[in-house]
């Protein structure tokens, strides 16, 4: 569990690290590396049991415990779609800036003029 919170720790990190770099690719790389660092402190806070499945038996009403709980699970997997999409969204406006201003320099985004 210890390797998992330094995990998350690292990836946080580094994703702030690269948010504040002046290119915009490492911006968007930056973005994506939060996204997976909340992905990660999600699955991680939920306490995942290995080989525990929240399968109900034919007859009980709740599965036996202990139990992973299958929420955070299906948090995690809409958020993978939902920061795929806003990664590729910021992809196409990156595109789209840069080829009006020509640059992926940050400092040279100084005018609202084309």
Do not use: W
Request: glycine share 8%.
């Amino acid at each position: 569990m210890l390797m998992m919170a330094v995990s998350v720790g690292l990836l946080f990190a580094t994703g702030a690290y690269m948010l504040m770099r002046r290119s915009l690719v490492k911006l968007v790389v930056g973005l994506v590396l939060l996204g997976q660092a909340a992905n990660l402190l999600i699955y991680v806070a939920s306490r995942p049991l290995r080989g525990r499945p929240p399968l109900v038996e034919p007859g009980a009403s709740l599965p036996p415990d202990p139990h992973s709980d299958p929420l955070a699970s299906a948090l995690v997997l809409t958020a993978i779609v939902i920061s795929f999409g806003i990664a590729s969204y910021t992809i196409v406006l990156i595109k789209r800036a840069y080829e009006d201003v020509g640059t992926a320099d940050l400092k040279e985004f100084t005018t609202t003029d084309c």
